[in-house]
């Protein structure tokens, strides 16, 4: 099953067929919103609005934990992540779809782990997006016709100020090419539930940096959001026939297997009250 994570201005997907609103229980609490389930061509999908509909929760309040672990207990393996960002870069203007290859994370208010005390796990986020699902983002966009750069470095800031200018800078000079607020702990999480995980990242302006940026007002971002999310759909309607091609397929890259050789607590060491909790996203690794 594809899960859409939906970001600012995209609280819907076109044409899906057989819908119906779920409520999924989490032990990590709630997740943001009830999940449309559906089928899109043929293809299961999942929808949450990452902000819930009405854009009710800001950055730091999303139950990021609660989100994964919610789309894991509805079977989802493939999870397409779509965001709202700055522009840090003159050659990425408004409009431009970033298919991110790299994060760097800024927060320090979330939850990044469903591990912890009891039972610690250590997985590998050199490589923090999946490849296959990038693969199939850059041919849809290019059939599509969308404006898209494939790869690129994502600052991922606490919120829900926006930087100033001399964070700007810094994270320029530290070759970040878009900045938002809400894929960290996201893409973390999805790695320890063993999910494939791609984000596509939608450029609404230039961060403050840029000698234009105080000439931009709200209603030209609020239509450049709009415009942004209109493609967002069209680039979800066209993805979803590549992947249901390879639907079953285990993935080149080990996204399904990323607890393999993570679990590093012994066994009889292990916390059986986490360990419950962590049926749905590790289930696969504990119960061998």
């Known amino acids: 099953m594809l899960a859409v994570i939906g970001g600012s201005g995209v609280y819907a997907i076109d044409g899906l067929s057989q819908t119906r609103w779920v409520k999924v229980a989490s032990p990590f609490g709630e997740p943001s919103d009830e999940i449309l389930l559906g089928e899109l061509d043929g293809q299961p999908l999942a929808f949450l609005p990452r902000h819930g509909r009405g854009h009710r929760l800001p950055p730091s309040a999303i139950n ?26 003159a050659e990425l203007p408004p409009g431009t779809f970033v ?42 966009a290019t059939d599509a ?13 606490e919120g829900p100020q926006f930087s100033s200018k001399a964070e700007s800078e810094l994270y320029r000079s530290w070759n970040c090419d878009v900045i938002g607020m809400t894929n960290m702990p996201e893409a973390k999480l999805a790695r320890e539930a063993e999910l494939c995980y791609a984000t596509v990242a939608m450029v609404t302006d230039f961060d403050c940096w840029h000698p234009d940026h105080d000439h931009v007002s709200v209603e030209m971002i609020v239509r450049t959001l709009h ?16 992947l249901l091609q390879a639907a079953g397929a285990t993935c080149p890259h080990g996204c399904q297997h990323a607890l393999e050789y993570a679990l590093i607590t012994a066994p ?19 119960n061998r």
């Open 64 to 89: 990021f934990r609660a989100n994964i672990d919610a789309l894991k207990r509805l079977g989802v393996t493939q999870v397409i992540s779509v965001s709202a960002v700055g522009s840090l870069r």
């Open 145 to 157: 016709a969308l404006r898209h750069v494939r790869g690129g470095t994502y600052l991922v800031m």
């Open 268 to 286: 009889a060491a292990r916390d059986p009250v986490l360990c419950g909790r962590l049926g749905a996203i590790a289930g696969r690794v504990l």
């Open 99 to 140: 298919i991110v290859d790299q994060f760097i994370d800024r927060t320090f208010a979330r939850d990044k782990s469903f591990f912890g005390t009891g039972l610690v796990a250590h997985v590998s986020m050199a490589h923090p997006v999946c490849s296959r699902l990038g693969d199939a983002l850059q041919g849809a």
């Open 227 to 242: 415009a942004n999310a209109e493609h967002a759909r069209t680039l979800v309607r066209t993805v979803a026939p590549r």
